[in-house]
């Protein structure tokens, strides 16, 4: 078994130098959960960190579940988490225009924002995208969501040294014969911290796949109340 505080202490270095984080897998493998565990954890006294709903509501009782023996925590928590919007977005084109919206420059962050997370960030392009017929519209409408709306946040998370956390969905790929994030390509131009949850092959085992920087590990992990057991992966 490894220690929460190291495994949180090799993240948060790797977090000094990249300030994008792609977190992928299927369904009910605890994305969400790994989203809301680092952040919580990781987030400073005074810092803020804003979550945004875009096809999953916040896990509020997830939250009070991780932090129900340190009610001093969970209140200060509650109000360093700002949700937005009120409901997850209807449909692509309100996201887009929540997206375009906070990344111009005019639109002021909360002083000392430290994570920015999107859960999850292609429901509903995906669901556009499968009602575009033409090939070239699709490749216009992939290229517009990242140049409009992904890029410029990319890089005002860049700029004032925010973590953007990305939560994606999978879909198989019948080529590899492993799953990957839908729109792979698109996000594959974004060199940061990717983070893929699966089960293992070899055993029933929950495992995390790590890289970035070139490097990868693996680790075991096992979602509990009060947030996550890590082991090392014996295969």
Not at 137 to 151: G, P, Q, V
């Amino acid at each position: 078994m490894l220690s929460q505080n190291k495994v949180l202490e090799g993240l948060q270095k790797i977090l000094d130098k990249i300030t994008v984080v792609n977190l992928s897998g299927e369904s009910g493998t605890g994305k969400t959960s790994l989203a809301l565990y680092l952040a919580s954890y990781l987030l400073k006294d005074d810092h803020y960190c804003i979550w945004v709903q875009a096809s999953e509501l916040f896990p509020k009782k997830r939250l009070e579940t991780m932090y129900g023996n340190n009610q001093k925590r969970l209140n200060i928590l509650k109000n360093q988490i700002l949700v937005a919007p009120d409901k997850c977005f209807a449909t692509f084109d309100t996201q887009s225009e929540f997206m375009i919206k906070i990344t111009h420059e005019n639109y002021l962050f909360p002083p000392d924002l430290q994570f920015f997370v999107i859960d999850n960030i292609s429901h509903h392009l995906r669901f556009r995208f499968s009602k575009v017929k033409e090939i070239s519209e699709k490749i216009l409408l992939l290229d517009r969501f990242y140049s409009s709306e992904l890029l410029p946040l990319i890089l005002r998370c860049s700029r004032e040294n925010i973590i953007l956390i990305l939560i994606h969905e999978v879909s198989f790929n019948i080529n590899l014969q492993r799953n990957q994030p839908f729109f792979n390509r698109l996000y594959e131009r974004i060199k940061g911290l990717s983070i893929v949850l699966k089960q293992s092959s070899h055993s029933k085992k929950q495992v995390m796949d790590i890289s970035a920087e070139n490097k990868k590990f693996s680790l075991g992990f096992k979602i509990e109340d009060n947030g996550f057991n890590f082991s090392q992966l014996f295969l």
